[in-house]
């Protein structure tokens, strides 16, 4: 059965460099659930980086569902 791994970047649009991805426990049973997932984990990532820093550093979060497969 394919199962879909949610992995997060926050990034730096100045700079370019990213901090190591971290990926989500939770595995999803479609790419939707993962897409959405994802676009909900970012505004949490993004809220601890806190506002001043994603100003300076100009900041976004990356990220992607990774294909696995489960028995």
Not at 27 to 43: F, I, Q, R, V
């Amino acid at each position: 059965m394919i199962k879909y791994l949610l992995i997060l970047q926050v990034c730096s649009f100045l700079t370019g460099e990213c901090k190591p991805p971290v990926e989500m426990e939770q595995k999803y049973n479609s790419w939707y659930e993962c897409a959405a997932a994802g676009s909900l984990n970012s505004l949490t990532l993004l809220q601890e980086e806190g506002a001043e820093a994603i100003n300076e550093y100009k900041l976004s979060v990356k990220y992607g569902c990774l294909e696995v497969f489960e028995i």
